[in-house]
Each structure stands twice: as C-alpha cells, then as structure tokens.
C-alpha cells in the first residue's frame, strides 16, 4: 500500500504495475498490451485492471505439484473472463489508479471529507486531482520536499484514522487481500480483462517443494474461508452489486478450501466400513450402481477433458488430481480452522510469505519428479495415516470378496480405496522405497500406522456395536 502512495510524489501514474517480488518482464510489448485494453474507448470507462496468467520460467515436465496453476488461468479465470471479468491475481496485473482510490478531487470536494479518508497529506489529496503533475525539478528544496512526504506517506501510523485498507486501496479484511480487492471493485461496477498473448508477458518462479506448496496453499485457504465467513460473503455482500454468474463464481472460490469436508469423508467412512464389511454403495447388480459410477466417473472424465483440451496429458491429469487430494486433507482443512478460529477470536491473524529462495536439494528432487516430504510433521503424519487406513481397508475387503465372495455389495468400497492407494504411490515410495534426504521418516510412518489402527479399531466398536 505504501508504494501506491508514495508513487503518486514521483509519478502518479494512472496505471500501476504489480509484480511479485520474483518476477520480470519477458515481453518488452507487455505495456502495450495492458494500455490497449485501458485505452480502448468501449472498455475503458469501467475497466479497473488488465490481469496477465501467471507463468513461470522453473516449471518441470512433470509437474508434480502442480505449480502451472494451470486450472485457475486456463480454465476458471477464462470462464469469468466472459463475465465481468476474472480475478485480481495478486501479481502480473496492470491496474488503473483510480480504481484503487475509488475517486478523484472535484474542485467542490470537502477537504476535511478527504482528509479523514486518505490521510493528512495535503500534497497526496492534490494528486488526487487528475490535472496533478508532481513537482520534481533539479532544486535541492524541492527534491528535499518530495522526500519528506514520501517518508510520511510510507509510514504505517500514516494509515491511522483513515480509510486506507477499509475502503481506499488493497483491502486489509483477509490474507487474500487481491481477491478481496478484486471482488470489491467488480461489486462497484468496475469490470476486469485477462489478457493472454501468445508469449508471456511476465515470468516467475514457481513451488519446488511439498513444504512451501502447502504453506502456500494453506494461507490462500485461510484467506479464502475469512472472506466467505465475513461482511464480504458473496451469498450476502454481492447479489445486489454484480451480476449473478459473476457472484457465484467468487462464492465458489470463497468456499472453496471446504472440499476438506466431502475428500476426508471419502478417505474414511467407506473405508472404515469396508474393513468391517459393511456394503455402503448398491449392489453392482442394482440399478442405482449405475448411478453412482456414472457421477464418480464423469468428475474424472470432466477433469481429464478440460486438463487435455488445454494442451495438458494425462500425467498431468493424474498430478492434477493427486495434489489436490493432498491439498484437501491437508492445506484446505488447516487453512479453513485457521479462518474459523480466527473469526471466534481465538486464534490472531498472520501471514506465512511463500518462500522465493531455491534449495538446489529440493529443485533436483523436483526436477525427478520426487516428492519432497520434509514439511510439518502433523501434516505429514494426516496424510501416511490415511494412505495406510486404506491400504489395510483395500486388503480386508479383497480378503472378503475372495473369502466370502460378495464382491456385489463391496467391490464399489475396494475400488475407492484402489483409487486412492493409486494417487498415493508417491507416499508409498516415500515410506518403503525411497532412501533420499526426501523420504518420509520411520518415525512418522510407525506413528501414522500405530494411529490407522487406533482409528479402525475405534470404526469397528462404533459401526459394529
């Protein structure tokens, strides 16, 4: 926030640039790019920011955490696209400065008014006004000048009694202010453009490790969740302010870390009552199995179509779908108490910046296509203990399909859990195969099994007695 201020004593552009702090231009034509959106006379009244896909220079073949972020720019950011417009993105954006103030002095406009709403620089309200031109010039007075409303601009104690963060500027209600900022302006009537060149307009560097992937990831959730549990609900703070495609959309994303829900669901109930067998699904010879394999099978089937007509493959699917099961159980479920508890006040609000510095250990484990599981030992220990609990599900209901042969009622409940063993090989390699720095330790791996049992043992009192 305090670049915008301080920007508008040196320049006070109308358009502002934000990158992240890894990133750089790789087209020299990227500002003639934006400026042909934010000058177009059709777009251009209403037309708060011009935001570029993500991309990223370090992005391996095999992209096993999914660092392309390819469903968000290729897929969801484009639908909405053909809307008002898709997401403020955080980074590799170009913004219109008078969308963040959401005004421009008048010559009638009441001093004290704006005062209370931008702070008591009387040099900042006067650039405000859209004939403002910065005094900068070769005497040592003036420069001296500039440098001292520039320092006040920069300190936070600026921002006191103001409107900065509640209504001017990037917004302070979550950790994904971008979202929120976004969203805000889209409900004023502000619209948005993806711009995608064939060539990318800015590079970065992307995750190359499970660790910073999940803390990522469980931030973005936690930020999420704050929106869609505060005054800024889209069920409530936009239906009357934006089109109603556009506010479901953002209600989606607000909600969506709550997949937590429905994946650990699915990654134990079957599970527990398989091992004691008890058939949950029809019967294969019922007509409702047809109903139930056709949904499980047409999320996949969707899933697999939008990831290859978008240049991706089926490897890409697989890493895709694996990563967000590990995300669901791990990032989104933490994430989402984060915000709950944050919200009941018992918990204060932080921030965990993504780490932007490379391990050459961690790169070539990437690089292989080799999880990297030195991350939080109560994540780590969430994710071994379901992968075991349904590996000892999947071999006591094959044992009872082989010993009993009621395949009928239980091969549904072993071909769920044979769904999930398949996108956790990678948790197997780490527990069993791999020696690398990168493994999963015995430590966890005799603690994750010690507590399936604990967990299966407890299913069986409850469903059984």
């Not at 969740?225 to 505060?230: E, H, L, N, P, W």
């Not at 989606?252 to 079957?270: D, H, K, N, R």
């Not at 058939?279 to 007509?287: D, I, K, Q, T």
Request: positive net charge.
């Amino acid at each position: 926030m305090l670049q915008l201020r301080v920007s508008s004593m040196i320049s006070n552009s109308p358009y502002i640039l934000v990158l992240d702090c890894d990133m750089y231009c790789n087209d020299q034509s990227s500002a003639r790019q934006a400026m042909c959106c934010h000058l177009d006379p059709k777009l251009s009244p209403s037309l708060a920011f011009v935001q570029f896909p993500q991309k990223f220079h370090n992005i391996s073949s095999n992209d096993i955490y999914d660092s392309l972020i390819r469903s968000a720019f290729t897929t969801v950011w484009e639908g909405m696209d053909g809307l008002d417009g898709p997401v403020l993105s955080g980074t590799g954006f170009s913004m219109k400065r008078v969308a963040l103030y959401g005004t421009s002095i008048q010559d009638d406009t009441n001093l004290t008014e704006l005062r209370q709403t931008f702070g008591y620089s009387d040099e900042f309200i006067k650039s405000l006004s859209q004939k403002y031109k910065p005094n900068i010039s070769n005497g040592h007075d003036s420069l001296a000048a500039i440098l001292r409303e520039a320092q006040l601009l920069a300190s936070c104690q600026f921002e006191n009694q103001t409107k900065w963060g509640e209504e001017v500027g990037f917004l302070y209600h979550s950790v994904c202010e971008d979202v929120l900022t976004g969203y805000n302006l889209h409900c004023k009537g502000w619209t948005s453009i993806l711009c995608l060149p064939s060539k990318p307009q800015f590079l970065g560097s992307s995750i190359t490790n499970l660790n910073d992937l999940l803390v990522q990831n469980t931030r973005c959730a936690a930020g999420l969740v704050d929106i869609g549990i505060s005054k800024f609900c889209p069920f409530l703070y936009g239906p009357l302010k934006t089109s109603f495609l556009q506010n479901i959309c953002y209600a989606e994303l607000s909600f969506f870390p709550f997949y937590f829900l429905p994946v650990w669901c699915f990654a134990t109930i079957p599970q527990l009552c398989l091992f004691n067998g008890i058939p949950l699904y029809p019967e294969v010879s019922s007509s409702f199995f047809i109903v139930f394999a056709f949904i499980f099978l047409s999320a996949l089937s969707k899933h697999l179509w939008e990831v290859m007509s978008t240049g991706g493959s089926i490897r890409t699917w697989s890493n895709e779908q694996r990563i967000w099961m590990i995300k669901s159980v791990t990032s989104y479920l933490y994430g989402s108490l984060d915000a709950i508890m944050k919200r009941f006040g018992m918990r204060k609000a932080s921030f965990s910046p993504t780490n932007k510095v490379s391990d050459s250990d961690r790169v070539k484990l990437y690089q292989m296509g080799k999880f990297d599981f030195r991350i939080s030992k109560a994540v780590l220990t969430s994710m071994v203990t379901l992968v075991v609990l349904n590996m000892a599900a999947f071999i006591a209901g094959v044992a009872r399909v082989i010993v009993f042969g009621n395949w009928e009622k239980l091969l549904m409940q072993v071909l769920l859990s044979l769904y999930i063993l398949i996108m956790g090989s990678p948790v197997f390699q780490g527990m069993i195969v791999r020696k690398d720095r990168g493994r999963i330790p015995y430590s966890i791996t005799l603690f994750s099994v010690v507590l399936a049992m604990v967990i299966l043992n407890l299913g069986s009192v409850v469903l059984l007695y």
